[in-house]
């Protein structure tokens, strides 16, 4: 389970990506990896004011932001109008996002390399990477 991951190791990840590691981003972090599915800042934001961190709404879409761009969380846009966020593995994944209760399975494996070739260079085109969020309902949303 990635939310038992001893502490302290949040601090070398954060190292490893570039991230400057303050208490409010490792706060931000360890609640993000509590998560098994996707978070909006709001409800994360909400849930780090209930466990008695002091740390603004703008403050928590700037992290979020910040490892978003670190490549520390992925983002998901199946939620209208909210991007929801993720800690995932590091690995090359794809989603299968549940629109109801936005249950989160991450995939591993990728059988798109063939076609992307084929279809990049039809238009003259190197693709350097691809992300994919598939939409649907979970077996418990069906
Ligand atoms: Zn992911
Ligand atoms: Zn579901
Ligand atoms: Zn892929």
Redesign the pocket.
Known sequence: MRAKREEGSTDRLLRAAGVQPTPKRIAVFAELMREPDDVTAQTLHGRLRKRGERLGLATVYRTLQTFAEAGLVDTFSHNPGEVCYRRCGDEHHHHLV?S??H?VVEVAECGLDGWLARVSANHGFVATGHRLEIDG??G??R
Do not use: G, T, V
């Open positions: 549940c109801r209760c249950r309902l979970c418990a949303c």
